[in-house]
């Protein structure tokens, strides 16, 4: 059976950092490419960060560009989220999500195509 945990939120002020981080059971977790999505209050679920299989190929989305990093230690079947510069807008829950394709070019943030998902860890920044 797969699970997928997240953990490591909580809340900061806005400047702030937190590490997020995502242990993966129940599946070979290099074969999976995984990324990162979140969901604030009233709003619909978005892409944040995703990596390919070996660690080799992340991407980001604008609005987190150069203030998160993700990685991931594919030996301890685990994917970390660094997050710096922490804004108010960053509030939301995150989920941890793995797709089977080791790695895409595209269709990054197609969330049908992560077949396994976490419950969630909140993040609220406070200004």
């Known amino acids: 059976q797969v699970q997928v945990v997240e953990s490591g939120g909580g809340s900061v002020q806005a400047g702030g950092s937190l590490r997020l981080s995502c242990t993966a059971s129940?599946?070979?977790?290099?074969?999976?490419?995984m990324a990162w999505f979140r969901q604030a209050p009233g709003k619909g679920r978005e892409g944040v960060s995703y990596?390919?299989?070996?660690?080799?190929?992340?991407f980001y989305a604008d609005s987190v560009k150069g203030r998160f990093t993700i990685s991931r230690d594919n030996a301890k079947n685990t994917l970390y989220l660094q997050m710096n510069s922490l804004k108010p807008e960053d509030t939301a829950m995150y989920y941890c999500?793995?797709?089977?394709?080791?790695?895409?070019?595209?269709?990054?943030?197609?969330?049908?195509?992560?077949?396994?998902w976490g419950q969630g860890t909140q993040v609220t920044v406070s200004s």
């Open positions: 999500a793995a797709d089977p394709r080791p790695t895409k070019l595209g269709r990054r943030w197609y969330e049908y195509e992560y077949n396994y």
């Open positions: 129940g599946l070979t977790f290099d074969d999976y490419a």
């Open positions: 990596i390919n299989w070996s660690g080799a190929g992340t």
